[in-house]
Each structure stands twice: as structure tokens, then as C-alpha cells.
């Protein structure tokens, strides 16, 4: 079996701009080893995207992983507090 080989971002954003330009999709997936299926996924991900909008969604995503991060230690940190604060520490013995 053959390795995959693994496109960037920008080398599908090129690959769809010969599309764009009016090369044939047949034509197009041999010259770049691909299947038709591969394409089509690329097409609907990737379709009407500059390098420059990759770019601003991987800073985006970035960013959103950051902040899904920073909630979730928050709310660690909320059940810690909730946890001590909800214990009777001064019970009589």
C-alpha cells in the first residue's frame, strides 16, 4: 500500500484555484494524485478561501482552544470551592 500524501492548507487552496481557473476535475485530481472524493471534500471545506482567511481561521480555532481551556479550569476550580465550602469543618465532635 501506498503512503498517503498529506497536502497543506494552502496546497489544496492552490489545487482549488486550478479548478477555479477552469482545469477539468478529472484532469485535475490525476495531475495531483487525488481521488474525486478528496476534491469534493476539499472543495466544500476549503471552497472560496484565500491563504490569507486560513490563516484567520487557524488563529481563530487557536484562539478558541485557549478559551475552551481556560473555562474548563475554571470550572475545576469552581467544584474544588464548591466542594470545601459545602464541607461542615466546625461539626462538634
Not at 20 to 26: L, Y
Not at 35 to 44: E, G, L, N, R, V
Not at 52 to 70: A, C, V, W, Y
Request: proline share 1%; hydrophobic share 40%.
Amino acid at each position: 500500500m501506498a503512503a498517503r500524501k498529506r497536502f497543506t492548507e494552502e496546497q489544496i487552496i492552490a489545487v482549488l484555484k486550478e479548478a477555479d481557473a477552469g482545469m477539468k476535475t478529472s484532469d485535475l485530481c490525476r495531475k495531483h494524485n487525488v481521488s474525486d472524493a478528496t476534491f469534493y471534500k476539499w472543495k466544500a471545506k476549503y471552497a472560496g478561501m484565500e491563504v490569507s482567511d486560513l490563516r484567520k481561521m487557524r488563529g481563530l480555532e487557536d484562539e478558541n482552544r485557549r478559551l475552551k481551556q481556560i473555562v474548563a479550569n475554571q470550572a475545576l476550580d469552581i467544584e474544588a470551592l464548591r466542594a470545601l465550602t459545602s464541607k461542615n469543618y466546625l461539626s462538634p465532635k
